[in-house]
C-alpha cells in the first residue's frame, strides 16, 4: 500500500499541533496517525516524538503514550521499517494499519475521559484550551493516499506523553506508587559510593508496589520533565537509548528519555544503551538543571504518600472557601423561602 507525502503534509499543517500550549516537555508536540492499543480503531494525537524500535508505533489512550506496538513488527513488511525511527514517521509504513476492525467499544472512552479534549478539524484555539469533557474520540483513518475525512481530533489536554493521566501500570515504566516516594534534592549522587549510601536511605526494595519485581523497582535521581528539579523516587529501572539523557516524568509517573538532552559527550559519554539507575555515571545529564521559583510552590509529595504542609494549607483553605459558600447559599434561600 501507497502513502503520499503531500496528503500526510496537509494533515500537519492542518492539525497545526505546535500551536498547542502544554507543559509536558520544552519540545513541541508534532501530529501523529496510529493504531490504538486494541487494533480497532486508529486515532490522530498530537503528541511529544518518541523513538520507536522495530514495531509498529500505537497510541495507548489509556496510557496516554505513543509506544512500539508489541505484536506488528514492521521490519517484516514488504517496505520494512528499519530498527529505529521517530513515532511521527509511522505512516511511512502502511502495513501497520492493515486489519484494524472497528467496534462499537470506539464510541467509549475510560473513567479518565475528564483529561482529554476534542475539537474539529477547524481547531479552534478556545475549544482546545477549554473543553474538558468528552463522550467520544475521534476516529480517523491513517491511509494515504486517503479521502478527506471531516473528522475529530483527539487530544490530550496535558500532553501524549502519560501527563495527568489515571494510569494502569504496565511494562512502559508508568507506575503510580513511585509519586509516593518522591523527594526534591538539590544535587543528585555524583559517584557509585554517594548513590549507595542515597540509596540505602530510601530502601526502594522494601516498598509495596505492583509495578514490576522487588529487584528492578530501585533507586533514581533524576531531572523533572521540566529541567528545573532534581528528584530522588524508587522507580522501576528502565533502558534509556540513543545516547539520551533520562528524566522523571511526575504527571505521567514514569522514567523516559529526555529528546532535548543527550549525553554523548563529556567527560565521560554515555554509551548508546545503558540502565536509568546508572545515569550518576553522566554527569552531563545534571548541569542545565536551572531551579525556577515555581518550584517553591509545586505540591511537594513525601514519602508517606500525603501533600506537604504547604499543599496541605492551600487545600484546607480551598476546602473551607467552598463550604463557607454554600452556607451562604443555603441561608439566603432559607431566607428569601421564608
Given at each position: 500500500?501507497?502513502?503520499?507525502?503531500?496528503?500526510?503534509?496537509?494533515?500537519?499543517?492542518?492539525?497545526?499541533?505546535?500551536?498547542?500550549?502544554?507543559?509536558?516537555?520544552?519540545?513541541?508536540?508534532?501530529?501523529?496517525?496510529?493504531?490504538?492499543?486494541?487494533?480497532?480503531?486508529?486515532?490522530?494525537?498530537?503528541?511529544?516524538?518518541?523513538?520507536?524500535?522495530?514495531?509498529?508505533?500505537?497510541?495507548?489512550?489509556?496510557?496516554?503514550?505513543?509506544?512500539?506496538?508489541?505484536?506488528?513488527?514492521?521490519?517484516?513488511?514488504?517496505?520494512?521499517?528499519?530498527?529505529?525511527?521517530?513515532?511521527?514517521?509511522?505512516?511511512?509504513?502502511?502495513?501497520?494499519?492493515?486489519?484494524?476492525?472497528?467496534?462499537?467499544?470506539?464510541?467509549?472512552?475510560?473513567?479518565?475521559?475528564?483529561?482529554?479534549?476534542?475539537?474539529?478539524?477547524?481547531?479552534?484555539?478556545?475549544?482546545?484550551?477549554?473543553?474538558?469533557?468528552?463522550?467520544?474520540?475521534?476516529?480517523?483513518?491513517?491511509?494515504?493516499?486517503?479521502?478527506?475525512?471531516?473528522?475529530?481530533?483527539?487530544?490530550?489536554?496535558?500532553?501524549?506523553?502519560?501527563?495527568?493521566?489515571?494510569?494502569?501500570?504496565?511494562?512502559?515504566?508508568?507506575?503510580?506508587?513511585?509519586?509516593?516516594?518522591?523527594?526534591?534534592?538539590?544535587?543528585?549522587?555524583?559517584?557509585?559510593?554517594?548513590?549507595?549510601?542515597?540509596?540505602?536511605q530510601l530502601q526502594c526494595h522494601k516498598i509495596q508496589q505492583t509495578c514490576t519485581s522487588r529487584q528492578r523497582f530501585v533507586y533514581h535521581c533524576l531531572p523533572n520533565s521540566y529541567w528545573n528539579k532534581t528528584i530522588e523516587l524508587c522507580?522501576?529501572?528502565?533502558?534509556?537509548?540513543?545516547?539520551?539523557?533520562?528524566?522523571?516524568?511526575?504527571?505521567?509517573?514514569?522514567?523516559?528519555?529526555?529528546?532535548?538532552?543527550?549525553?554523548?559527550?563529556?567527560?565521560?559519554?554515555?554509551?548508546?544503551?545503558?540502565?536509568?539507575?546508572?545515569?550518576?555515571?553522566?554527569?552531563?545529564?545534571?548541569?542545565?538543571?536551572?531551579?525556577?521559583?515555581?518550584?517553591?510552590?509545586?505540591?511537594?509529595?513525601?514519602?508517606?504518600?500525603?501533600?506537604?504542609?504547604?499543599?496541605?494549607?492551600?487545600?484546607?483553605?480551598?476546602?473551607?472557601?467552598?463550604?463557607?459558600?454554600?452556607?451562604?447559599?443555603?441561608?439566603?434561600?432559607?431566607?428569601?423561602?421564608?
Open positions: 500500500m501507497g502513502y503520499d507525502h503531500k496528503q500526510h503534509s496537509y494533515d500537519v499543517m492542518n492539525k497545526n499541533c505546535s500551536r498547542i500550549n502544554q507543559n509536558c516537555s520544552l519540545t513541541e508536540f508534532v501530529y501523529h496517525c496510529l493504531i490504538n492499543q486494541w487494533e480497532n480503531a486508529t486515532v490522530e494525537v498530537c503528541a511529544l516524538r518518541v523513538n520507536i524500535i522495530g514495531k509498529c508505533a500505537e497510541y495507548n489512550t489509556k496510557g496516554a503514550v505513543v509506544q512500539e506496538h508489541a505484536r506488528r513488527d514492521c521490519r517484516t513488511f514488504q517496505n520494512p521499517c528499519p530498527a529505529y525511527y521517530k513515532s511521527d514517521q509511522a505512516y511511512l509504513y502502511q502495513e501497520c494499519y492493515d486489519g484494524i476492525v472497528t467496534t462499537k467499544q470506539n464510541t467509549a472512552i475510560s473513567a479518565a475521559s475528564n483529561r482529554y479534549i476534542i475539537t474539529t478539524k477547524k481547531m479552534k484555539e478556545t475549544v482546545i484550551l477549554q473543553k474538558k469533557y468528552i463522550d467520544l474520540f475521534g476516529l480517523t483513518s491513517c491511509i494515504y493516499p486517503a479521502a478527506v475525512f471531516t473528522t475529530v481530533l483527539f487530544l490530550i489536554s496535558s500532553c501524549g506523553l502519560t501527563c495527568g493521566v489515571d494510569h494502569h501500570e504496565n511494562v512502559y515504566g508508568i507506575c503510580k506508587q513511585s509519586k509516593f516516594t518522591i523527594r526534591v534534592v538539590s544535587n543528585c549522587p555524583r559517584n557509585h559510593s554517594e548513590w549507595t549510601e542515597r540509596a540505602q522507580a522501576p529501572r528502565k533502558y534509556i537509548t540513543f545516547n539520551y539523557c533520562p528524566e522523571y516524568n511526575e504527571e505521567g509517573m514514569r522514567v523516559q528519555e529526555n529528546y532535548a538532552h543527550r549525553c554523548s559527550s563529556g567527560v565521560i559519554p554515555c554509551p548508546i544503551t545503558y540502565t536509568s539507575d546508572k545515569s550518576y555515571k553522566y554527569q552531563q545529564c545534571y548541569t542545565d538543571i536551572k531551579p525556577s521559583i515555581q518550584n517553591l510552590f509545586k505540591d511537594q509529595t513525601t514519602t508517606n504518600g500525603f501533600p506537604s504542609s504547604a499543599y496541605g494549607m492551600k487545600d484546607m483553605i480551598s476546602t473551607t472557601s467552598c463550604a463557607l459558600t454554600i452556607f451562604v447559599i443555603i441561608t439566603i434561600r432559607a431566607y428569601i423561602t421564608n
